[in-house]
Nanobody, 123 residues
């Protein structure tokens, strides 16, 4: 079992930056792939970024490439998502998720989910 708690969301002006964090607990945390997803009002939850359990490989949605960076340090915790050059289209609830190490990083059916943190970008 893996428990996930997100933090770092808030209200920011367009062009600004945020750093989201995901604190994970559970004995098997270090062998899980980790991902970030987001859900805007009235829309489905979408994949944003993910990183393998070892940190050796990452994946990003096309809409965030070059602006978002996912990172992890299994010895330190948490998983971080650096978000730069924010736009109003980035407004959403951001969810941290953990998945078994054998699955596709981009799939939506991760095994464990946090409660989410709100990011609001004003124009």
């Amino acid at each position: 079992q893996v428990q996930l708690v997100e933090s770092g969301g808030g209200l920011v002006q367009a062009g600004g930056a945020l750093r989201l964090s995901c604190a994970a607990s559970g004995r098997t945390f270090s062998i899980h792939n980790m991902g970030w997803f987001r859900q805007a009002p009235g829309k489905e939850r979408d994949f944003v970024a993910a990183i393998t359990w070892s940190g050796s490989s990452t994946a990003y949605a096309d809409s965030v490439k070059g602006r978002f960076t996912i990172s992890r340090d299994n010895a330190k915790n948490p998983i971080n998502l650096q978000i730069n050059r924010l736009t109003p289209e980035d407004t959403a609830v951001y969810y941290c998720a953990a998945d078994n190490p054998y699955s596709d990083l981009r799939r939506n059916e991760y095994d464990y989910w946090g409660q989410g943190t709100q990011v609001t970008v004003s124009s």
